[in-house]
């Protein structure tokens, strides 16, 4: 479970975490914490993962441990992303593009041949979660990086379809998460989806 730390990611692991033994990546180490004492706090358990999904040789040994100890895994949800501030196209920063594609394009591309040898059981899945905005002012960076992660995950899908491996791309309801938060800072959150609910109706018929 990438992204595990908050919102949707933190949401989706507790879930998961009632049928599952959750491997929970993320690069917030205290937040992984809370989430676990949540886990724990309903009787279930959890390993922890504390490290950044743009380090290559960090996911390559992660996923050699995973392989190492269990043998492979039933699921992965990648939740992961980083949200650029929005601004204009034409006024895009450099450094603020670079990290999200970082984070959204180049670590997914990364992370896929990695994990896909671990999707070694029948009925094996892979979660993606789409959040597209293409098409509305100032969102250009977040929309194209969020678009080609997206056609990423729905080419392995392609790739996959005769085999034993299941790769969704998911459509969550807008939630009032911290990503949202940077985008729609003044919304009344009320009225957006609490992510636990979001959680199981995403996953629900799937695990």
């Known amino acids: 479970m990438t992204g595990a730390s908050r919102g ?17 990546v993320a690069r917030t180490t205290g937040a992984l914490e809370e989430l676990d004492d949540r886990i ?3 009787g279930h358990k959890a390993t922890l993962a504390p490290m950044d999904i743009t380090v290559p040789d960090a996911m390559a040994h992660l996923c ?22 929005l601004s204009p196209a034409d006024h895009v920063d450099a450094k603020d593009f670079a990290k ?17 040898p ?23 960076a977040y929309a194209a ?6 056609a990423l995950a729905r ?3 392609a790739e996959t379809e005769t085999l034993d491996l299941s790769v969704r791309v998911l459509s969550p309801r807008p939630m009032p998460t911290a990503v949202r938060a940077r985008f729609f800072p003044g919304e ?3 009225v957006l989806a609490d992510p636990r609910d979001e959680a199981r109706r995403l996953l629900q018929g799937l695990v």
């Open 155 to 157: 080419a392995w899908a």
């Open 145 to 150: 990086s969020k678009q080609a992660q997206i």
């Open 8 to 24: 949707l990611g933190a949401a989706l692991a507790e879930t998961l975490a009632a049928t599952h033994h959750v491997i929970a």
């Open 40 to 42: 724990q706090s309903a």
């Open 188 to 190: 009344d959150r009320s």
């Open 100 to 116: 999200t594609l970082a984070v959204n394009v180049t670590a997914t591309s990364v992370l896929i041949p990695y994990v896909s």
């Open 118 to 140: 671990l999707l070694n059981r029948p009925g094996a899945q892979a979660l993606f979660f789409a959040d597209d905005h293409a098409d509305e002012k100032f969102f250009g």
């Open 64 to 85: 050699r441990s995973v392989y190492d100890r269990w043998g492979g895994i039933d699921l992965w949800a990648h939740a992961a992303v980083h949200a650029p501030p």
